[in-house]
């Protein structure tokens, strides 16, 4: 099974940035499109940006113009580049299989994050 770890995160001035890193154990093709997630204190966690393995991606309402997703295959890795970032956007970061929203609160194997935290 393919393990994925986020990187990346820490604390930011609104009207930053930050880019977060989804590093893949082995070939991240395996997994088919890669999601971010995020989820904000007393939230359920919610679907941010979705990057396919040709490369066509989607992106929340809430952070589409600010976000981009993005992919290296030779790193096995997939980014999240963050500019313009509000308080709004402070949540622990998640990357993933892409879930439908159907199951994102129900599905059990979630690394361990990567923290963002926006000041105003």
């Known amino acids: 099974q393919v393990q994925l770890v986020e990187s990346g995160g820490g604390l930011v001035q609104a009207g930053g940035s930050l880019r977060l890193s989804c590093a893949a154990s082995r070939s991240i093709f395996s997994i088919g499109p890669v999601g971010w997630y995020r989820q904000a204190p007393g939230k359920q966690r919610e679907w941010v940006s979705t990057?396919?393995?040709?490369?066509?991606?989607n992106y929340a309402d809430s952070v589409k113009g600010r976000f981009t997703i993005s992919r290296d295959n030779a790193k096995n890795t997939v980014y999240l580049q963050m500019n313009s970032l509000k308080p709004e956007d402070t949540a622990v970061y998640y990357c993933n299989r892409h879930l439908p929203s159907s199951e994102i609160d129900s599905y059990a194997y979630w690394g361990q994050g990567t923290q963002v935290t926006v000041s105003s």
């Open positions: 990057i396919t393995i040709g490369g066509s991606t």
